[in-house]
């Protein structure tokens, strides 16, 4: 069975900052890795995917992400954060078939501090 | 650019009372999908419909839910008896196809549903 692990639960950073919210999977073959947001109250948009390729990842609102097969994790990463990135931050995986179900982590919630 | 819709915002209902959650997918979308979030928790699974039929659903998803599409456009989630541990964000999500590289579910904004 598919497990995802974020292993930080609240994650503080300074505006301007850079940022790195650590996400690792479990699955027996390449995954479908996804990170979605969260803002207070909203529903979940997604920020960016790995499929395969190119193991670096860009997304919306300037972030990115690398899959690392050796290390089970794909991490979101951001050079330097804006106070409007304070949310909740969701990575997920599901396996090679389209439709099947995403399986999440349980979110790090990121603080931004002037 | 297309979005999923899910009404109503927010459902305040008594235990064991039936509610119905709608959801209206993004059009041409093929493969549907639930998913709650008790709050504090983290996204889980409840099923997925593909051709007007459950193509997946997780143990959560026991008698007292049922999902249907009723005509075209909406994708309906029911709980026949609630339960105060029903109290979560349900959020509806739709996908196009099996085409590998399109094949992201897209979400709605969700419907806190309150169970008193």
């Known amino acids: 069975a598919q497990s995802v692990t974020q292993p930080d639960i609240h994650i503080t950073v300074s505006e301007g900052a850079s940022l790195e919210l650590r996400c690792n999977y479990s699955?027996?073959?390449?995954?479908?890795l996804f990170w979605y947001v969260q803002s207070p109250g909203q529903g979940l948009q997604l920020l960016l995917k790995?499929?395969?390729?190119?193991?670096l990842v860009q997304g919306i609102k300037g972030f990115e992400a690398e899959f690392k097969r050796s290390q089970s994790s794909f991490n979101l990463r951001k050079p330097s954060v804006h106070w409007s990135d304070a949310a909740e931050y969701f990575c997920?995986?599901?396996?090679?078939?389209?439709?099947?179900?995403?399986?999440f982590g349980t979110g790090t919630r990121l603080t931004i501090i002037p | 650019e297309p979005e999923v819709t899910q009404t109503p915002s927010h459902q305040v209902t008594q235990m064991g009372q039936e509610v119905i959650l709608r959801c209206v997918p993004i059009?041409?979308?093929?493969?549907f999908y639930w998913y709650r979030q008790i709050l504090g928790q983290k996204v889980e699974f409840l099923v997925s419909?593909?051709?007007?039929?459950?193509?997946?659903k997780s143990e959560i998803f026991d008698d007292q839910f049922s999902v249907e599409r009723p005509d075209g456009s909406n994708f309906t989630l029911k709980i026949r008896s609630t339960k105060l541990e029903d109290s979560a964000m349900y959020f509806c999500?739709?996908?196009?196809?099996?085409?590998?590289?399109?094949?992201?579910?897209?979400f709605g904004p969700g419907t806190r549903l309150t169970v008193l």
């Open positions: 997920a995986s599901r396996g090679a078939f389209g439709n099947e179900k995403l399986t």
């Open positions: 699955y027996g073959a390449t995954p479908y």
């Open positions: 790995y499929f395969s390729g190119d193991t």
């Open positions: 059009s041409n979308h093929l493969y």
């Open positions: 419909f593909y051709n007007n039929e459950i193509s997946e």
């Open positions: 999500a739709s996908t196009p196809a099996w085409v590998p590289g399109t094949d992201t579910q897209y």
